[in-house]
């Protein structure tokens, strides 16, 4: 019993979400350091095992020569400038076309991100290719970065966006609008007369709405979240969140006693009211229905007369 006590107590303390930045760094490390003990001595896992569950951060994907990857700290930088460290330099020309594409970790983003890396490798203006010279490539990792997917009110993945004037304009290509390999993608891009043809974002939430500002203010605050509970274990993260989700639970069912009980009772009482109606109608005596007069015959009658 005691040991099954300590493993329970270890368990919860594993579930603490004790990381944060700055003084609270040593109860970071005690957290993860309590995490790994746990997973190790209860749940019996190697180290290759645990650091595949305390991973924080997916996998980043290899730099591209010809094309951005865009953070939420670079992000006015390269959009505005085409460069990723230098905010002084001289911002694009209005004329300027961005395609950037949104990934995810499912595996239609992986069949356009291959597409549009070999668009950006083989055929863009800076590889010597045909399209554009005004024409620029970027990626955006969908699960790692917050502040464009929210501004952009982008939901699923994959998505291929193409902003002109200074990303003032924005037009969402989906995977049902183009096949996803190197000879359609390229040769839509190609063709301005083509992708000008897609509907440009409008709208409260679009560049200019009246909720643009208040939609940056939101996204910049959901990164600050986001980035402060990527220093949280998952482990922890899904603890915390399972005990959340039966708190949640719980209190939504919290008077489903109370209700049961009444509805039984209810349906008691209706039944014994039954019982009584059913009992008092079998000992209530039926009135004797009398006999209807003896009527006799016209043969009778014509008889008797003649008698």
């Given at each position: ?220 605050i959901w990164a ?42 209810k349906v008691e ?25 003896a009527t006799s ?11």
């Amino acid at each position: 019993m005691v040991r099954l006590s300590a493993s329970c107590a270890l368990l919860a303390l594993s579930a603490l979400p004790l990381a944060s930045a700055g003084p609270l760094s040593f109860f970071q490390e005690t957290s993860h350091a309590v995490v790994r003990s746990g997973l190790r001595n209860i749940l019996r896992l190697n180290e290759t095992q645990i650091d595949r569950i305390l991973a924080t951060d997916e996998t980043p994907l290899e730099p591209h020569p010809f094309a951005f990857d865009l953070t939420d700290d670079n992000y006015e930088t390269v959009l505005g400038t085409a460069t990723l460290d230098n905010p002084f330099a001289s911002p694009l020309p209005r004329e300027d076309v961005w395609v950037i594409t949104v990934h995810g970790p499912d595996p239609v983003s992986k069949v356009f991100l291959k597409g549009m890396d070999e668009v950006a490798t083989y055929n863009s203006s800076a590889a010597g290719g045909t399209l554009p010279a005004n024409m620029h490539f970027a990626r955006l990792g969908y699960a790692r970065e917050t502040i464009l997917p929210t501004r952009w009110w982008l939901w699923r993945t994959p998505v291929i966006v193409i902003g002109t004037n200074r990303m003032r304009t924005l037009r969402f290509i989906r995977p049902g609008n183009v096949r996803p390999n190197v000879e359609a993608l390229s040769d839509m891009l190609s063709k301005p007369a083509l992708w000008k043809q897609v509907e440009v974002w409008e709208g409260r939430l679009a560049p200019g709405g009246s909720f643009e500002d208040r939609l940056h203010r939101l996204a910049k605050i959901w990164a600050k979240i986001h980035r402060e509970s990527a220093k949280v274990p998952k482990f922890a993260l899904l603890a915390v969140s399972g005990f959340i989700m039966n708190f949640v639970v719980s209190w939504f069912h919290k008077d489903d006693d109370k209700k049961q009980a009444a509805f039984k009772e209810k349906v008691e009482k209706a039944r014994l009211e039954q019982a009584a109606a059913d009992a008092a109608a079998t000992e209530t005596p039926t009135a004797a229905v009398p006999k209807p007069p003896a009527t006799s015959s016209p043969a009778q009658r014509r008889s008797s007369r003649r008698k």
